[in-house]
């Protein structure tokens, strides 16, 4: 797990049309299994059945990992919000690409060394 610059990831995504948000998807996924220490769907798995459902289930992954990263801020006494109904509300308005930038300032948060300036 490494902290990865939001910046370059929507470069990345945009420039290759999409296929480095997949990517991106599937790391995000790792990552924030990792940092809560609850398994879930693999990264693999949740690219597959986005791929299947046409974006679907990414709409159901934005906010049950929402609702993970609230629960691991609260654990961390944090004050928590309502990420998961944010990120699927972006993701709901065709905005999926900042809900993974926020997701991804979010898990930097929790990786050492991993507040990049993007």
């Known amino acids: 797990m490494r902290p990865r ?5 929507i470069v990345l995504s945009i420039i290759t049309c999409g296929i480095y948000g997949f990517y991106w ?32 289930y990414s709409l159901y992954w934005y906010y049950k990992m929402g609702d993970k990263l609230d629960r691991a ?10 990420l998961g109904i944010l990120y699927l509300v972006l993701g709901i308005f065709g905005l999926g690409i900042v809900s993974l930038a926020l997701m991804q300032n979010e898990v930097n948060h929790y990786i ?3 507040d990049l300036e993007n």
Request: glycine residues 18%; aromatic residues 4%.
């Open 73 to 82: 801020r609260q654990e961390q006494g944090i004050p928590t919000g309502s």
């Open 25 to 56: 998807l599937y790391c995000l996924n790792e990552d924030v299994n990792e940092i809560t220490e609850r398994p879930g769907t693999s990264g693999g798995l949740v690219v597959v059945f986005s791929l299947i459902t046409c974006g679907i």
């Open 5 to 9: 610059s939001v910046g370059l990831c």
């Open 112 to 114: 050492p060394g991993g």
